[in-house]
Each structure stands twice: as structure tokens, then as C-alpha cells.
């Protein structure tokens, strides 16, 4: 479905279902949250996770402890206060962190989350209907996962019924889900909302009227 398609008419279910179309044209593979066998707690998709690093860092030789290891050094980071959560979060992932091996033999090497120079090495996944439990229990309309990790959260709201505004949709993720899954919010570097004639996008910090257009 091309971008043009998506107009004022949609509800917010077909909103929904176009713009993850225009993902899945881009070579992202889509899941629905309910077919996630998990606990709702769980927010990474570890399996995901333990395959990129399989994959990326298979020379190295690394065991199952050191898998688990570096899966909890981003998964255990504190969400509160939600600020300094997000804050280490988006620094281990930008920047990696070298790993201390369990042979004390084995060669010491940075570890990446994300492999930015390489982004066919990725998995790259678009989820909707995905339920998170933390203080309370939500599910979000919309998260792009980069190797398990949701770096990106996305809020619907038809045009269609005119009490609804985009700006309920910034509310819901920048109030609602702060205070509700605060655990969810520290690995989401980017929010975007849309009715699908208005689309804008910042952080999960960013008031609603810095909020930046994305018009194409």
C-alpha cells in the first residue's frame, strides 16, 4: 500500500493495518502480539535477541551464561526514574559495553545491540496488539523491534470520530503509558503518533508541541 493511501477515511484498525503494510514493504517481518507465546512482563522478544548475537558474535565462541548475561545488562536496567532508565538504555545500546568473559582466556570484545554498520545483520520486526504489564497492564497500538528490542512506539487515533486528536494519542504514551509501563517506555527512543493525515514523531520526553511533522 503506498503512503498516499492513507487518508482521513481509516479507521483506526485499517490505519493500523496500512501503515504496517508499508513496513512489511520495507522488509520488515510482522507479528501480532497475541500469537507471542510470553509472559505479559517479558517485554524483549529474547529469542530474537539470542539469535543476533548467535549470529553477529559466533566467532567468539560465546556460552549461554554470557548470552544471558548480556540480555539482562539492558533487560534489568531500573525504568525509574523513567529519565535515567531511558537515558542508560539508549547509551548501552548506542554505544555497546565490553564484555567480560567467563574463560578468563578468552579475548574481551565490544558488544552491540544493534549493528549499525551493518543493518542486514538485523531482525527486523513491526508488532502490534502486544500487552506489557508493569504497574498496570497496557498494549500499545504499534512497536518496531530491532533484535528483540522495542526501540519504537506507535499511538493511533482516527480522523474520523472529531473527539479524537492526535494529541490523545501523545497522551497515551507520554502520560498514560509512562506512568503504566515505565519498563516498556525506557528501550522506546522514538514515539510517533497519526491520525494518518497528521503524523509526527519525537521521544517519549518530548511535549506535544515540539513534536516533529513527518509529512512524507
Not at 16 to 42: M, Q, S, T, V, W
Not at 145 to 165: L, S, Y
Request: no cysteine; aromatic share 14%; net charge negative.
Amino acid at each position: 500500500m503506498e503512503p498516499d493511501t492513507i487518508n482521513t477515511k481509516f479507521t483506526e484498525d485499517q490505519l493500523e493495518e496500512a501503515i504496517i503494510e508499508l513496513f512489511k514493504n520495507e522488509g520488515y517481518d510482522y507479528l501480532n502480539g497475541e500469537n507471542i507465546h510470553r509472559p505479559f512482563e517479558k517485554i524483549l522478544l529474547e529469542d530474537d535477541l539470542k539469535q543476533y548475537l548467535t549470529n553477529r558474535y559466533g566467532d567468539k565462541g560465546l556460552d549461554d551464561d554470557e548470552i544471558s548475561s548480556i540480555i539482562s545488562r539492558i533487560d534489568y536496567i531500573s525504568p525509574s526514574p523513567l529519565y535515567e532508565g531511558s537515558r542508560e538504555t539508549y547509551r548501552l545500546i548506542n554505544e555497546g559495553f565490553i564484555l567480560e568473559r567467563n574463560n578468563p582466556e578468552a579475548e574481551k570484545f565490544l558488544v552491540e545491540y544493534i549493528d549499525f554498520k551493518n543493518p542486514e545483520n538485523n531482525i527486523f520486526k513491526v508488532v502490534n496488539q502486544y500487552s506489557v504489564n508493569d504497574k498496570e497492564t497496557r498494549r500499545p497500538d504499534m512497536l518496531v523491534f530491532i533484535n528483540g528490542i522495542p526501540v519504537a512506539i506507535f499511538e493511533f487515533k482516527t480522523a474520523i470520530e472529531e473527539d479524537k486528536t492526535i494529541h490523545d494519542a501523545w497522551e497515551q504514551i507520554n502520560i498514560r503509558y509512562a506512568r503504566g509501563i515505565p519498563k516498556l517506555l525506557k528501550f522506546n527512543f522514538l514515539s510517533v503518533i497519526t491520525d494518518g493525515a497528521n503524523t509526527k514523531m519525537g521521544t517519549v520526553f518530548t511535549p506535544y508541541e515540539y513534536y516533529y511533522s513527518w509529512n512524507k
